[in-house]
C-alpha cells in the first residue's frame, strides 16, 4: 500500500508534468527567499545560504539528493508534496499549511547540506566500492545500508536537535534509532544479527561516524547473507 506522502508526490508530479522548468524554478526561487527571510536562528540561515540548489524536472518519486558534483538536486513534486501533506493536515487551510511546512522544508534543504559539508557522496562512493571489491558483495545493497548510516548520523545526531518542529520528515526517514533499526532490518531481510542489534544500546551512537557504522553493520553480517 502506497503511503500518504508517496501518493501527494505522485499527485504533484501530474500537477507540475506540464509547466516550463524555468518557470518552476523561478516561483521555487521566490519561496526559498521567503524561507530564507524568516530563518531563524542566524545559523540555519547560514546552512541554508550554502545550498547550491538544482531544481529537477518533476519525478513521480524521490526527494532531494546531494550530488558528487556538489550540488543539490531537488524534486519540486516532493517539496510541493510536503506542503500538501501539511494542507492536508490543516484541513484545507492552505496559508496554515504552508506556515507549517516550513521546518520540513528548512529541514530537506540542511539535511542535504550536511551531507556536502561531511562529504558524504565522496567518502561513500570509495569506502562502497572498498567494501565491495573486498567482500564481494553487492555495491548497489551496500550503498544503500551506506546510505541508511549517513541519514542518521546527519539527522540524530545533527538535523532533529536543531529542528525539532519537523513533523513530516521524522515519520517518512531514518530520523532516531527506531526507525534507523526499522529501515536496517528490512534492508537486511530478518532479524538484526545480534552485535548489529546490541549496537542499537550503545550510548553513543549518535556521534559516531557514518563510515564506522557502515564498517561495524558489514563487520557483523553472515557471510553467507547479502543485504537487501
Given at each position: 500500500m502506497k503511503s500518504q506522502l508517496k501518493e501527494l508526490i505522485e499527485r504533484e508530479a501530474r500537477r507540475l508534468a506540464g509547466e516550463d522548468l524555468k518557470v518552476l524554478a523561478a516561483r521555487f526561487r521566490e519561496v526559498y527567499f521567503t524561507l530564507l527571510a524568516g530563518a531563524q536562528p542566524e545559523f540555519i540561515r547560514w546552512l541554508l545560504l550554502q545550498a547550491p540548489i538544482v531544481l529537477t524536472p518533476p519525478e513521480l518519486e524521490g526527494s532531494a539528493a546531494a550530488g558528487r558534483d556538489g550540488y543539490i538536486y531537488v524534486n519540486p513534486a516532493f517539496w510541493c508534496a510536503v506542503v500538501a501533506w501539511h494542507v492536508e493536515r490543516c484541513r484545507g487551510d492552505f496559508a496554515e499549511g504552508q506556515a507549517q511546512a516550513v521546518p520540513d522544508l528548512k529541514a530537506l534543504i540542511i539535511h542535504e547540506v550536511a551531507h556536502l559539508l561531511l562529504r558524504h557522496p565522496w567518502s561513500a562512493e570509495r569506502l562502497v566500492k572498498e567494501v565491495s571489491s573486498a567482500s564481494g558483495r553487492d555495491p548497489q545493497k551496500l550503498q544503500y545500508i551506506a546510505n541508511l548510516c549517513m541519514d542518521f548520523v546527519v539527522n540524530a545526531g545533527f538535523?532533529?536537535?536543531?529542528?525539532?518542529?519537523?513533523?513530516?520528515?521524522?515519520?517518512?526517514?531514518?530520523?532516531?534509532?527506531?526507525?534507523?533499526?526499522?529501515?536496517?532490518?528490512?534492508?537486511?531481510?530478518?532479524?538484526?544479527?545480534?552485535?548489529?542489534?546490541?549496537?542499537?544500546?550503545?550510548?553513543?551512537l549518535e556521534h559516531w561516524g557514518w563510515d564506522d557504522l557502515f564498517r561495524y553493520i558489514v563487520k557483523h553480517l553472515p557471510p553467507e547473507a547479502s543485504p537487501g
Open positions: 538535523l532533529a536537535p536543531l529542528i525539532p518542529e519537523a513533523q513530516l520528515l521524522p515519520l517518512e526517514g531514518v530520523w532516531d534509532r527506531a526507525s534507523f533499526r526499522r529501515f536496517l532490518t528490512q534492508a537486511l531481510g530478518g532479524a538484526l544479527p545480534s552485535p548489529i542489534s546490541q549496537m542499537f544500546s550503545y550510548p553513543d
